[in-house]
């Protein structure tokens, strides 16, 4: 048993892939949201007490997230155990925090014009339940950390989509702008099969399971319900009473005025 477990030791510090991918996910998501900042184009001074306690949420998740993967490099493995309830509980609330704000903005029209008002509807709380069924699915295999550290690595590359939609010029690639971004959040598991063919020579299942979340999830069932009938209809019932129910729900929004 002490061989096994001093296997497994060296098994997790002796691969830093996952640990620099954590640290250039951060850096990606920082990048962002920093050019959002720096451009003028952030309303978060003047966004309501919800949008506050998103932005602090999820950027929360960031840290959990990087914070986890060096503390199995320094092979702190039992805080890092400890760490990892406090982080499914958070889950929880970036569910809740996620969904809440997607149907605020949509309820007060007020989508990115680059998305279809339908489109962003539905995207954004398959996004954030894919990325937590990911992460529940990791948390189950926690025992396995092959497993556990690939299937976290594919959630965590969803939550990187918002990200991307800031450092992509996404006004100039309307009508596609959608799919641009979910090739951008397939760059890291991509990386990640290609790291684990060059150091093995095969590819891990995990990453089959959960580039196949994200495509299936996140492209396919978000394309096939914002273009049918139901979706228009689950948007009618969201909007209902509101200044959304007045926006198409099928139309770009028109581009922002600015003075």
């Known amino acids: 048993m002490a061989t096994i477990a001093t296997a497994r030791g060296t098994q997790v510090r002796g691969e830093p892939f996952f640990l620099w991918s954590a640290i250039a996910m951060a850096l990606v998501i920082v990048a962002g949201f920093s050019l959002q900042l720096a451009m003028g184009r952030s309303s978060f001074a003047a966004s309501p007490p919800l949008v506050h306690a998103h932005a602090i949420v999820f950027m929360g998740w960031v840290a959990i997230y990087v914070t986890q993967n060096v503390l199995v490099a320094s092979g702190s493995i039992a805080l890092h155990r400890r760490l990892g309830w406090v982080a499914a509980g958070w889950i929880v609330a970036m569910c809740v ?50 497993w556990h550290r690939r299937l976290h690595f594919c959630g965590m590359a969803i939550l990187m989509g918002p990200a991307y939609g800031r450092l992509l010029p996404l006004p100039l690639l309307i009508p ?41 999830g996140t492209l396919v069932f978000v394309q096939l319900l914002s273009h049918s009938a139901t979706g228009v209809s689950i948007y009618e019932a969201v909007t209902a009473g509101t200044p959304g129910a007045a926006i198409a729900p099928l139309a ?8």
Not at 104 to 119: D, K
């Open 97 to 146: 925090l996620g969904c809440a704000v997607t149907l605020a903005m949509v309820r007060e029209g007020r989508t990115p014009f680059f998305f279809t008002p339908l489109q962003f509807l539905i995207l954004d709380p398959v996004s954030v339940f894919s990325f937590a069924g990911l992460s529940a699915a990791a948390i189950v295999l926690r025992r396995q950390t092959d």
């Open 176 to 216: 596609w702008a959608y799919e641009a971004t979910f090739a951008a959040v397939m760059i890291f598991p991509v990386v990640g099969v290609i790291a684990d063919w060059r150091r093995t020579g095969r590819v891990h299942p995990a990453w089959g399971w959960g580039i196949g979340v994200i495509v299936l």
């Open 252 to 259: 770009f929004p028109p581009f922002p005025r600015h003075p």
